[in-house]
């Protein structure tokens, strides 16, 4: 299958080129810049430049395709309503391009704000709609195509999609406990994420891509739920500093714009995406991952 694919060099994106790639697909990656079209390049997918404010290219790219794996985001969050509207014109582009072919579109979806006081499951619905909403409602947007002829499925990504050299929200809490001294965690600390090694992610795009059933909703979960204090606990063993408790109404002062979400219960389970498709994530756990290094 020849697959288009944005954020092909992002943390999550590099990995799947190369599942992809390694699975005997052809990519083509969307490249902001010279260094992101040379590593492509070096990987043996091919480059389109352009970006996703780059509607036309995004059109194309999905016209020459036979899959696509949306996972580019802005992450602009100075400016929510910004990234909420180039989400969603990205969403009506690629999907729109597929309309009428069956061919696969999978598109990054969040954990955030599904249910509280459960682990999230597959069945539970975004209920994040229409253009002011989180990620611009882009979900529920794209599985409009699914009665279009697009083989549409969401991929859920756990707040931690953990691995050396990780860029994300575990990095920033990271590098909060080195400018402390103190690894903290927020109150309690039982507040939980669940997580996934970032191969085992990969592995589970490429598995969706090439067989999961239209309107699937699939969950890039290993572990169900890690508190936030294991967390903490896990953090404050690597770095030899002592492990605290933060008032929640201090999270942001302590952590800075991460601390909205470190006490966000995230949990979500993956037993419905292991029956459908067939995949058994593996890899080391999120705490073995910190306890390794993959933080320093």
Same mark, same amino acid.
């Given at each position: 299958m020849h697959v288009f694919v944005t954020g092909a060099t992002g943390w999550i994106g590099s990995a799947v080129v190369d599942e992809l790639l390694g699975a005997g697909h052809e990519v083509t990656?969307? /490249?902001?810049?010279? %260094? %992101? #079209? =040379? #590593? =492509?390049?070096k990987k043996g997918a091919r480059v389109r430049r352009g970006d996703l404010d780059d509607l036309d290219g995004l059109r194309d790219g %999905? =016209?020459?395709a036979q899959g696509v794996v949306h996972l580019a985001n802005k992450h602009d969050w100075a400016n929510p309503a910004e990234n909420n509207r180039t989400e969603r014109a990205a969403i009506e582009t690629l999907a729109g391009a597929l309309a009428g072919t069956d061919h696969p579109f999978l598109l990054a979806a969040a954990m955030a704000g599904l249910v509280q006081g459960r682990p999230a499951v597959e069945t539970? &619905?975004?209920p994040a709609v229409g253009p002011d909403s989180m990620r611009g409602g882009g979900e529920n947007l794209a599985f409009e195509y699914a009665g279009k002829g697009v083989r549409v499925a969401s991929v859920r990504f756990a707040p931690s999609v953990h691995g050396i050299g990780d860029p994300g929200f575990l990095a920033s809490i990271m590098a909060a406990a080195r400018k402390h001294g103190v690894s903290a965690y927020l +109150?309690? +600390?039982?507040? #939980?994420?669940s997580a996934v090694h970032r191969p085992a992610a /990969?592995? =589970?795009i490429r598995i969706g891509l090439e067989r999961a059933p239209a309107g699937s909703r699939l969950h890039a979960v %290993?572990?169900? #739920? &890690?508190?936030?204090?294991?967390i903490a606990e896990a953090i404050g063993r690597t770095l030899d500093v002592p492990v605290v408790s933060v008032a929640p109404e201090n999270a942001v002062e302590h952590f800075g714009f991460i601390g909205r979400f470190f006490g966000l219960d995230m949990s979500a389970s993956n037993a419905v995406t292991r029956e459908l498709l +067939?995949?058994?994530?593996s890899g080391p756990s999120l705490v073995e991952d910190?306890?390794? +290094?993959?933080y320093a």
């Open positions: 990656g969307l /490249a902001r810049s010279d %260094a %992101a #079209a =040379l #590593a =492509l390049g %999905a =016209l020459d539970d &619905v975004s +109150g309690d +600390g039982t507040t #939980a994420w /990969a592995q =589970l %290993a572990e169900e #739920a &890690v508190t936030t204090r294991e +067939g995949w058994t994530p910190i306890e390794a +290094g993959a």
